[in-house]
């Protein structure tokens, strides 16, 4: 079945970084999306960044433009998310989810299962 397994969040200074895995199973990644979103208390899950994994184009939302990158290991079948420069307002829980590549990166609805999540919190 569909898995994915998120892991390196954690608590770091503003101005900190950290890298987070998302491994996944189940699937062959090349003929889907590979995003990661993000949900803080009362908020919706909002999108980060997104992979198409057969091309590899990348998306990334404004707010974290020039702080994050995303990649793949195609041999591992895990999607990295490193971000750097991390601010408070990026304190939130991180999932990854299989979308539909044909899709829109960051709509909630084009994606079909997501991971377990990981916190991350960015102190000032």
């Known amino acids: 079945q569909v898995q994915f397994v998120e892991s390196g969040g954690g608590l770091v200074q503003s101005g900190g970084s950290l890298r987070l895995s998302c491994a996944a199973s189940?699937?062959?990644?090349?003929?889907?999306?590979i995003g990661w979103f993000r949900q803080a208390p009362g908020k919706e899950r909002e999108g980060v960044s997104c992979?198409?994994?057969?091309?590899?184009?990348?998306f990334y939302t404004d707010s974290v433009k020039g702080r994050f990158t995303i990649s793949i290991d195609n041999s591992k079948k895990t999607v990295y998310l490193e971000m750097n420069n991390l601010k408070p307002e990026d304190t939130s829980v991180y999932y990854c989810?299989?979308?539909?590549?044909?899709?829109?990166?960051?709509?909630?609805?084009?994606?079909?299962?997501w991971g377990q999540g990981t916190q991350v919190t960015v102190s000032s």
């Open positions: 189940g699937f062959t990644l090349r003929y889907y999306a």
């Open positions: 989810g299989r979308g539909n590549r044909y899709g829109s990166p960051f709509n909630r609805n084009e994606y079909d299962h």
């Open positions: 992979i198409h994994v057969f091309d590899g184009s990348t």
